[in-house]
């Protein structure tokens, strides 16, 4: 406790970060108090500072909305809301190498590492760079249309980014409703939660090599002509424009939206689309085929405020998972590397 007490009087150097450190360290991992006012006093303007970052890295390229939301859930889904997942390994052996992280793009990271290096300028050590990524995670949702809530903040930084903690931790393209409201049962989010989160395909993307097992070789049992068959689910139009996209050879870096109808927007389209059968993965048609699910997918294409509100709360409890907290966690200086 008394290392992470100098560290924070060193980084913020003054009595209300030691009393904030002092709180956090008292507290067993994830048992944080969250707060949306927690830097007040230590970083007033962290979150106007975050938001200018984000504002300029989405004008430079609109994938930094989809990748930003999805490496926030990807972080919290596997050791909790740490920013583990931004590790970077030179053994290549951390959360971010792990196969399932592989296809997170880019521009996720670089939002994350551009808005900590600001926030450094203004308040050195004090923000956490799991705070900041939900921040941002927030900010890039508010910035295509969606709705803005306010945003819990003090977590601390990871100490543990493993690529084998990842397997088995993340809903799957082929998940079915069953499995998927196991997996998020275990992080205290509900059915509803589940559906209300995956709202947020409607600004995603997808590599082809994710779902074209639907277009190719839906319940295939091996390779002859029979396997060919695309999953009776989609709708057949939508199905046929999948593969003009990305044929049976399709390479591994082409991807196509997963919102056919407003794939820039954060809106309730995707939802329409779900009871036409234009779910992209299993995993989301399958949220409509369901009937644990689909009435909330009915509710949420009807009613768009209803979504909105849904996704807010669903946000701010998925951003409650893992906390770390005292000897637990750190404020790490450089996004990507533990503190030495």
């Known amino acids: 406790m008394q290392k992470a007490m100098e560290r924070r009087r060193r980084c913020g150097n003054s009595l209300a970060v030691v009393a904030l450190a002092l709180v956090a360290a008292m507290l067993p991992s994830g048992e944080a108090k969250l707060s949306p006012d927690y830097y007040r006093s230590t970083c007033p303007d962290v979150e106007a500072t975050v938001r200018a970052v984000v504002a300029k890295k989405v004008k430079e390229t609109f994938v930094t909305v989809p990748a930003t939301l999805r490496l926030f859930f990807h972080d919290c889904f596997v050791e909790g809301c740490d920013a583990s997942v931004i590790i970077v390994s030179r053994d290549n052996d951390a959360e971010k190498d792990a196969p399932d992280n592989v296809s997170l793009a880019g521009d996720g990271f670089d939002t994350v590492v551009r808005a900590k290096a600001e926030v450094e300028k203004e308040c050195p050590g004090v923000v956490s760079c799991a705070d900041i990524l939900a921040i941002a995670a927030r900010d890039v949702v508010a910035m295509s249309s969606g709705p803005h809530w306010d945003v819990e903040l003090g977590r601390l930084d990871g100490l543990v980014s493993k690529a084998g903690s990842v397997a088995g931790r993340l809903p799957g393209p082929d998940m079915r409703v069953g499995d998927l409201a196991a997996l998020f049962s275990r992080h205290n989010l509900t059915t509803l939660d589940m559906v209300a989160l995956s709202g947020a395909h409607t600004v995603g993307f997808s590599h082809c090599t994710r ?74 048609q399958a949220l409509y085929s369901d009937g644990a699910s689909r009435p909330a997918v009915r509710d949420f294409a009807e009613n768009q405020t209803r979504f909105f509100e849904a996704f807010k709360d669903a946000m701010v409890k998925l951003g409650r998972v893992g906390v770390k907290t005292g000897r637990d966690g750190e404020i790490r200086r450089d996004c990507t590397a533990f503190n030495k």
């Open 211 to 284: 779902f074209t097992g639907r277009l190719y070789r839906h319940g295939a049992v091996g390779d002859g002509d029979g396997a060919r068959t695309v999953d009776p689910s989609y709708d057949p139009a939508y199905a046929r424009q999948l593969m003009e996209a990305c044929p049976p050879d399709v390479g591994a870096t082409i991807a196509v939206d997963m919102d056919p109808v407003t794939p820039t927007a954060f809106d309730n389209a995707y939802y329409g689309s779900l009871a036409r059968g234009m779910g992209l993965f299993t995993s989301d």
